[in-house]
């Protein structure tokens, strides 16, 4: 069992049966899904980024330094948070997996680029899949086109965080067949109706893949019990 708490955009938060707490692409400020700030979180366990650009690096420095998580991601992107948070980093390449008291993260492949804010760097984007010691596996697809990679996943994933947005990222078509391919059995779209260009209508995609999964349209603050 665990609870994933949708903060807006591709932000999660996991809280484990066993009460280890996880932060996915910390994007708060400037948010305009939620009224949650870094401030909020006092403790983590593990704060993950997919990829650098500011809408998924958001407050990880911020809220690294505030609660000491260590920070999880590639190894270029978790070497730069840690450095400016002075934390600990595991940094990782896609296909690494890592086993953690919570239970195991893998990187898998994300089609997308992966500016690290505007420091010139850059680090390649992942997504993750976290199986849970006694709890769900989860993949958080990060910002991804749709990929045949996905279809290695088929099998493997009992709830799927995905992008719908389109223009940045795989859109509702595309996302449903991920759906088909992964065949999870819940999935929670993300990464949508943030800003103009990526407006879509989540109930679309609802209808879309009714009938291989079931779909949570999830309000900012609201909890997917698994």
């Known amino acids: 069992m665990a609870r994933i708490v949708f903060h807006g955009h591709a ?23 939620t009224d949650v700030g870094p401030e909020a979180f006092e403790r983590l366990d593990l704060l993950l980024v997919s990829h ?20 999880l991601s590639t190894y270029e992107l978790a070497a730069y948070v840690a ?22 993260v893998k990187l898998v492949p994300a089609i997308h680029t992966g500016s690290i804010g505007d420091t010139g760097r850059y680090a390649t984007p992942v997504g993750f899949w976290i199986a849970l010691e006694g ?6 697809a990060g910002d991804t086109a749709l ?3 996905m ?12 992008p719908i947005g389109d223009y940045f990222t795989m859109g509702i078509e595309d996302a449903a067949r991920a759906v088909e391919w992964i065949e999870p059995m819940v999935v929670v ?6 800003m103009k260009v990526i407006e879509q209508d989540p109930e679309a995609f609802r209808r879309a893949v009714a009938d291989r999964a079931e779909v949570r349209v999830l309000r900012p603050g609201e909890v997917l019990e698994v």
């Open 11 to 33: 932000c999660f938060e996991i809280v484990t049966n066993d009460a280890h707490r996880l932060l996915i692409d910390p994007f708060l400020s400037g948010n305009p899904q």
């Open 52 to 71: 650098g650009h500011g809408d998924h690096l958001g407050d990880a420095v911020k809220i690294a330094r505030r609660t000491h998580a260590p920070v």
């Open 83 to 104: 450095k400016e948070a002075g934390v600990d980093a595991i940094g990782m390449n896609v296909g690494g997996q890592v086993r953690l008291p919570f239970g195991r």
């Open 135 to 140: 709890g769900p596996r989860i993949y958080h």
């Open 147 to 149: 990929t045949m990679d």
């Open 151 to 162: 279809q290695l996943l088929r099998g493997q994933v009992d709830v799927a965080l995905l």
């Open 189 to 194: 779209p993300m990464h949508y109706n943030t």
